[in-house]
C-alpha cells in the first residue's frame, strides 16, 4: 500500500485503563467505621454528615416522592379547570363582543 506525506505517520494513542469495582454497600460501611472511630475531624465530620444527607435524600422514601408529585398533578389539573371554567365564562358573556365592536 502506498503512503503518500511527508514524514512518518504517528501511532494510535494507548491509554492504560484499568476499570475497578466500586462497591456502594463496603464504601458505606467503611465510612460509618470512620465516623465512629473518629479519623475524621471536626470540621470533616459536618461536611461529610452534609453529603451523605443529600445523598440519602435521593435514595429515600419512594412513598414520600410519589405522594409529592401526586400533590403536585392534583394542582396542575385543579388549576386547568379553574382557568378553563373562568375562561368559558368570560367567552360566554356579552362584554367580549361589545369590547371588539368597539375597537372594529
Known amino acids: 500500500m502506498l503512503s503518500f506525506g511527508f514524514g512518518k505517520r504517528p501511532k494510535h494513542k494507548k491509554f492504560g485503563y484499568i476499570p ?10 467503611k465510612q460509618q467505621i470512620g ?9 470533616e465530620k459536618v461536611k461529610q454528615r452534609i453529603s ?5 435524600r435521593y435514595v429515600g422514601d419512594e412513598s414520600y416522592r410519589k405522594a409529592n408529585v401526586k400533590k403536585s398533578n392534583l394542582r396542575i389539573v ?6 378553563i371554567f373562568i375562561s368559558y365564562i368570560i367567552l360566554s358573556s356579552n ?4 369590547i371588539l365592536e368597539t375597537f372594529g
Do not use: C, P
Not at 78 to 83: K, R
Not at 95 to 98: K, P, V
Open 78 to 83: 385543579y388549576i386547568l379547570v379553574i382557568l
Open 95 to 98: 362584554r367580549i363582543q361589545t
Open 20 to 29: 475497578r469495582f466500586y462497591d456502594e454497600e463496603k464504601e458505606k460501611l
Open 52 to 56: 451523605s444527607g443529600l445523598r440519602q
Open 35 to 43: 465516623q465512629y472511630k473518629g479519623e475524621v475531624g471536626d470540621s
